[in-house]
């Protein structure tokens, strides 16, 4: 059954410490991203990378960083330096960048 | 940079009522525009697609959208809503550079539909 995985669905964290997001696909697509979902603001992109070893910054990467080691895996880090990472994160993947995109389940994060 | 503009934040109708939901861009060259619906507990998924051709186009359970391109809109439609299509429905636009290759997946900031029975 092909899809996207993230795990956990919800991740409670203390101020401070760095969290690692977890997100892999087995559609074989070459794209892969990763939004963040707020209440009234819709998504925004924070990476998101188009083939393996490389990776871009969307409109907030600030406090966030990511790998793409693996086709199949982009795991996302939020880092202490995340002002506000209390969030819905969601990954998607798409076979090129034209392409429409194909979501995950979704992690809630909440840090206190 | 390129914006998308969803006006209706909530939009509550009654089951067979008509919908149409409001969805505007900011650029002028080439988009592919897309319609994402997330019902409650479930994942993000497409409701319909527009790259070329026909400006209206049909997607899934009885929703269409027309691109008229002169007014950088993609509205959503259904001529008659049920109770299951409550909702939070999302535009996305993706702009295409002159490169063929394209600018990030813009999304507005959604509209939630509740439909009552």
């Known amino acids: 059954d092909g899809g996207i995985t993230q795990s956990p669905k919800y991740l409670f964290r203390k101020e401070g410490q760095n969290v690692t997001l977890s997100c892999e696909q087995n559609l074989n697509h070459d794209a892969m991203y990763w939004y963040r979902q707020d209440p009234g603001q819709g998504l925004r992109l924070i990476y998101y990378s188009q083939i393996v070893n490389d990776f871009q910054k969307g409109d907030i990467a600030e406090g966030y960083s990511v790998s793409r080691e693996k086709k199949e895996s982009f795991p996302l880090t939020v880092t202490s330096a995340q002002k506000n990472p209390t969030a819905f994160y969601l990954c998607?993947?798409?076979?090129?960048?034209?392409?429409?995109?194909?979501f995950g389940p979704g992690t809630r994060l909440t840090v206190t | 940079a390129q914006s998308v503009s969803q006006h209706n934040h909530h939009v509550i109708l009654s089951e067979a009522a008509s919908l149409e939901l409001g969805c505007n861009y900011s650029y002028g060259g080439t988009v592919n525009l897309f319609w994402y619906v997330q019902y409650p507990g479930q994942h993000l998924q497409l409701l319909l697609k527009y790259f070329s051709g026909d400006p209206l186009v049909k997607g899934i359970k009885g929703f269409e959208a027309e691109f008229i391109k002169s007014k950088f809109s993609f509205n959503l439609r259904k001529p008659s809503v049920q109770w299951s299509d409550t909702a939070e429905y999302f535009c996305a636009v993706n702009a295409i550079i002159s490169s063929g290759s394209a600018r990030q997946l813009t999304f507005g900031s959604g509209t939630q539909l509740t439909v009552l029975p």
């Open positions: 998607a993947s798409s076979k090129r960048g034209l392409d429409e995109q194909y």
